[in-house]
């Protein structure tokens, strides 16, 4: 059975854009020689790549599947969870390594982050209504609380780089929370919501509109100049 509708449109928006996304990243990436500004462009370029798979595998009808709630057959995009559990820790480990974190507040972070998606699959692949909105709420928890460690703890942390440095980091970290927090949003209103307000088309725009923000944007920002990547990798 077809389960791919109408909203491939975005699926395929996704893939090329992600795609693009990753070939500049790479582009810009050659002939960075220095170990400690390399890994930037690593962990950006793997965001984008995995991502560009994953909106593929969508597209193509590979990363969906059905889920039964209640009397109602719910599409669910399976691949999006998988894009997420890989690609969200490897945004926030962008966002640490700008900040000069310590292995403790890294490991926290992602720690956090797993946790976050983990509930949030659980929530998705739940058959009732009751139980997915209570997956839903521990995993929005799990999100409120890493937000607060990335404007204490981490903050704190980058306010000891130089102030270029800081300042993109307010800027990625200010992105970070205003694009990560409508995710949950869209969600719950979304099908997986089983309230019925978004339907799936609108639905997997705005979740194509926000992973292209907050991968590529955010990577753009953060890659665009060499000169502040420099700054925060050379030790004071
Ligand atoms: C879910 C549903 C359950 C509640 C919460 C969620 C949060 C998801 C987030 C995803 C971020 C994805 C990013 C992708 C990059 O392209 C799983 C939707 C809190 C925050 C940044």
């Known amino acids: 059975m077809e389960l791919v509708g ?56 590979f990363g969906v599947t059905e889920v039964v709630v209640g009397d109602e057959a719910l599409t669910i995009y399976w691949a999006r969870y998988a894009d997420w559990a890989f690609t969200t820790p490897l945004l926030l480990l962008d966002l640490a390594l700008l900040a000069g974190a310590n292995r403790n507040t890294i490991a926290t972070l992602i720690g956090l982050d797993v946790f976050m998606i983990g509930t949030g699959t659980i929530a998705t692949f739940a058959a009732t209504p009751g139980t997915r909105i209570a997956w839903w709420g521990i995993s929005t928890g ?7 460690v ?63 923000s907050a991968k590529v944007g955010f990577g753009v920002l953060l890659l665009r100049s060499r000169s502040v990547l420099e700054r925060a990798v050379t030790p004071t």
């Open 142 to 148: 799990a999100l409120l609380v890493l937000l607060y």
């Open 6 to 61: 109408p909203e491939s449109l975005w699926l395929w928006i996704g893939t090329i854009g992600m795609t693009l996304g990753t070939l500049y990243f790479i582009g810009r990436g050659r002939g960075v020689r220095d170990p400690k500004m390399q890994e930037f462009y690593i962990i950006t370029i793997f965001v984008t790549a995995i991502a560009a798979v994953m909106y593929f595998a969508m597209a193509t009808g």
């Open 150 to 212: 990335l404007v204490g703890t981490l903050s704190e942390k980058a306010r000891t780089q130089s102030p270029e440095v800081a300042s993109l980091f307010t800027t990625l970290r200010n992105l970070l929370i205003v694009l990560w927090l409508l995710y949950p949003v869209v969600w719950i209103l979304g099908t997986e919501g089983t309230f019925g307000i978004l339907p799936l088309y609108w639905e997997t725009a705005a979740f194509m509109v926000l992973d292209l």
